[in-house]
Nanobody, 130 residues
Framework: QVHLVESGGGSVQAGGSLKLSCQITGYTLSGGCMGWFRQAPGKEREGVASIPISINGFDPSYADSVKGRFTISRDNAKGTVDLQMNNLKPEDTAMYLC?????????????????????WGQGTQVTVSS
């Protein structure tokens, strides 16, 4: 059974940084996509970043609101996907969830939409104060 477990959330002041990590178990990282989403209270879940799992070249994707501030990376050997978040803003406050699209296909890029992912973690809270 596939499990995703997020860690690294916390509280920071605006301008600060956090690094989130997602540990994947029960899944062989040879294809498909990994993504990070976030959901603030009273708002819809939105895609933040995604990265193909295949090892033969890849194009990460980012939401416009985080481009230049967030970086997604993966370590297939460790089974982890990280999200480095710099220059955090109060509007980045949300529950951050890790997501997986299970597939044997080596995608070059992954669309950051909810329906493109089929497995989800429980989330880790990020709070940014002004």
């Amino acid at each position: 059974q596939v499990h995703l477990v997020e860690s690294g959330g916390g509280s920071v002041q605006a301008g600060g940084s956090l690094k989130l990590s997602c540990q994947i178990t029960g899944y062989t990282l040879s294809g498909g996509c990994m993504g990070w989403f976030r959901q603030a209270p009273g708002k819809e879940r939105e895609g933040v970043a995604s990265i193909p799992i295949s090892i033969n070249g890849f194009d990460p994707s980012y939401a416009d609101s985080v481009k230049g501030r967030f970086t997604i990376s993966r370590d297939n050997a460790k089974g982890t996907v990280d999200l480095q978040m710099n220059n955090l803003k109060p509007e980045d406050t949300a529950m951050y969830l890790c997501a997986l699209r299970q597939s044997r296909l080596p995608y070059r890029s992954c669309v950051i939409t909810i329906d493109n992912f089929d497995t989800w973690g429980q989330g880790t809270q990020v709070t940014v104060s002004s």
